[in-house]
């Protein structure tokens, strides 16, 4: 029922900027605050970035702030991540998913590839 699918991933130089989509279906999008979450080559889970119900609230990993943005447009039931002065470390699976007391990042898209590189 609940699907998120995330795009805009691709092949981008250091210093380069990105923007990723996460479109939702199958649930009360704005019910929900939500998150990005990446996964690095050969690394765990590293939480990115998240945003209350309304946007009225961001929070970032300290080495995503000021370079990354995340929001969101709930009339359109899609949350985005913008992404400035990526560097090669940027370079992961990121993932979009759902934060509520019952369930922290209870349900995740398939996620969309990342690659910063020259």
Do not use: H
Request: charged share 15%; proline share 2%; glycine share 12%.
């Amino acid at each position: 029922e609940v699907q998120l699918v995330e795009s805009g991933g691709g092949l981008v130089q250091p210093g380069g900027s990105l923007r990723l989509s996460c479109a939702a279906s199958g649930f009360t999008f704005d019910d929900y605050a939500m998150s990005w979450v990446r996964q690095a080559p050969g690394k765990g889970l590293e939480w990115v970035s998240a945003i209350s119900w309304n946007g009225g609230s961001t929070y970032y990993a300290e080495s995503m702030k000021g370079r990354f943005t995340i929001s969101r447009d709930n009339a359109k039931n899609t949350l985005y991540l913008q992404m400035n002065s990526l560097k090669s470390e940027d370079t992961a699976v990121y993932y979009c998913a759902t934060l509520s007391a019952k369930a922290l990042f209870g349900s995740w898209g398939q996620g969309t590839q990342v690659t910063v590189s020259s």
